[in-house]
């Protein structure tokens, strides 16, 4: 009988063989310190501000409507991570959305923010995620969140 070992998934992430990582994750990005990937308990604070920004912008336009917290979250995720590569808990918590395998802090352009924040705004892909410790909403997007 085969194995999920033998079969191999894209769950894993890539292959890289012991010795050769020279101090890097398997994204190539560094083990530690600035350029590193965010860990989840960061991440997750994060994403506990930026509800509650769009929270209290939903509270203060719309009387609080929990679909129009839901808009102003993706709104914001869109434009900010779209324009400046961070939303307000990113940048509060110092991380940055950068671009798989690009070295430095290009933006990662509307499209890929606008893939980024819609699959966020479904919760799902946000909350499963790889190896390499990125949600599936990264992964489609060819994103990773970062360390600044």
């Given at each position: ?47 506990v501000v930026d509800w509650a920004a769009a929270s209290a912008i939903s509270y203060a336009f719309f009387d ?85």
């Amino acid at each position: 009988m085969a194995s999920r070992e033998d079969l191999g998934s894209w769950l894993n992430g890539g292959d890289v063989p012991k010795g050769e990582t020279d101090g890097r994750d398997g994204l190539g990005l560094p083990a530690s310190g600035p350029g590193s990937r965010a860990r989840l308990g960061r991440r997750v604070l994060a994403l506990v501000v930026d509800w509650a920004a769009a929270s209290a912008i939903s509270y203060a336009f719309f009387d609080y409507d929990s679909l129009a917290t839901l808009a102003v979250f993706a709104v914001m995720n869109l434009v900010l991570v779209s324009a400046v590569g961070s939303t307000l808990g990113h940048r509060l918590l110092r991380m940055q959305v950068r671009l798989v395998g690009v070295e430095g802090p290009h933006l990662v352009g509307f499209l890929r923010g606008a893939i980024r924040a819609v699959l966020v705004c479904l919760v799902i892909p946000a909350v499963v995620w790889d190896a390499d410790g990125r949600g599936l909403h990264d992964k489609a997007a060819g994103t990773v969140l970062v360390l600044r």
